[in-house]
């Protein structure tokens, strides 16, 4: 089970990367548009990927910070962002390799952001829920990327395997 967080892990820095590097292409002004989506722009939605990320992250390890809003905007700079993510990804990916098989049968409790409540679950589930929330709304960045004209990156999990080996054997 540990080897598929890690290859989530993997995966998820690595569509991150893809979608950063197009959307480094943007200018500011498209860059920080509301194009409707949930978070409303691109810059709204990575800060949100960041922010939720930072969440869980609290709720996995009671450390490092943690936003108090789901829409809270963590850096008004793409690059600042872009570093800030890349920390983020190592830092989920050494949580991940940390963890043993019975740290993921285990469970965990924390409070919600909406509509504020106790909430104890298994672990696996929730990492389980951390990656599937990346690839949701950096779906709506891809979505808003192809708006632009961009050639908006391939992300499939097939494609990250094939190029890294990873999950293949």
């Not at 969440?55 to 793409?78: H, S, V, Y």
């Amino acid at each position: 089970m540990k080897s598929h967080f890690a290859m989530m892990a993997g995966y998820n820095a690595w569509c991150n990367e893809r979608v950063y590097d197009v959307a480094a292409q943007l200018s500011d002004a498209d860059y920080r548009a509301d194009r409707g989506a949930f978070f409303k722009s691109v810059h709204g939605t990575l800060n949100h990927l960041l922010a939720t990320d930072r969440i869980w992250m609290k709720r996995f390890t009671g450390q490092g910070e943690a936003p108090n809003r789901l829409d809270a905007i963590l850096f008004e700079n793409l690059g600042d962002l872009r570093d800030a993510r890349r920390r983020e990804d190592e830092r989920i990916a050494a949580y991940i390799d940390g963890l043993s098989d019975d740290d993921l049968a285990g469970r965990i409790r924390y409070k919600t952001i909406t509509n504020p409540a106790e909430i104890e679950q298994p672990l696996a589930p929730a990492l389980i829920h951390l990656f599937n929330h990346q690839t949701h709304h950096r779906g709506q960045v891809h979505c808003l990327l192809t708006g632009f004209d961009l050639d908006a990156p391939a992300l499939d999990l097939i494609l990250f395997q094939r190029q890294t080996g990873i999950g293949l054997a």
